[in-house]
């Protein structure tokens, strides 16, 4: 899964209303699934939306994507990832390998440091 935030172009995947309370945060790749939006739903799950349809993802794989995006679009390194999270670097390494769980609070903050509206 690779998650693209900036500069996406998710009405092209969906031109009706999205669910209520949800939120289009950036475009989703997939193997053998291709791309779509990335929706934040009103519940706090990722989803991809495509031609109308919206399909659950796993939702430890899509934050830890997200995460990754994120640091890349903004030029972070893992060590300034760690600074602005007020954890240490192996925690991001973790994160990024996934040998952790990245959610919890830490996915709340990136969230909102985003502006990406939880509920």
Same mark, same amino acid.
């Given at each position: +899964? ?21 939120? +289009?945060? *950036? ?6 699934? &291709?791309? /779509?939006?990335?929706?934040? $739903?009103?519940?706090?799950?990722? =989803?991809?939306?495509?031609? *109308? ?21 903004? &030029?972070?390194?893992?060590?300034? %990832? ?8 192996? =925690? %991001?390494?973790?994160?990024?390998? &996934?040998?952790?769980?990245? /959610? &919890? =609070?830490? $996915?709340?903050?990136? $969230? +909102? +440091? ?6």
């Amino acid at each position: +899964m690779k998650i693209k935030l900036k500069n996406h172009h998710g009405r092209l995947y969906h031109a009706a209303p999205l669910p209520s309370g949800s939120r +289009m945060i *950036g475009e989703v790749t997939r193997q053998r699934v &291709g791309s /779509g939006a990335l929706v934040l $739903l009103a519940s706090g799950r990722f =989803a991809q939306l495509n031609a *109308g349809t919206l399909t659950s993802l796993d939702q430890a794989e899509a934050a830890r994507e997200l995460l990754k995006a994120w640091a890349a679009e903004n &030029g972070l390194t893992q060590a300034e %990832v760690a600074d602005r999270f007020g954890v240490s670097a192996n =925690a %991001v390494a973790s994160w990024f390998s &996934g040998r952790r769980s990245f /959610g &919890g =609070a830490a $996915l709340k903050l990136l $969230l +909102m +440091m985003n502006d990406f509206q939880l509920f």
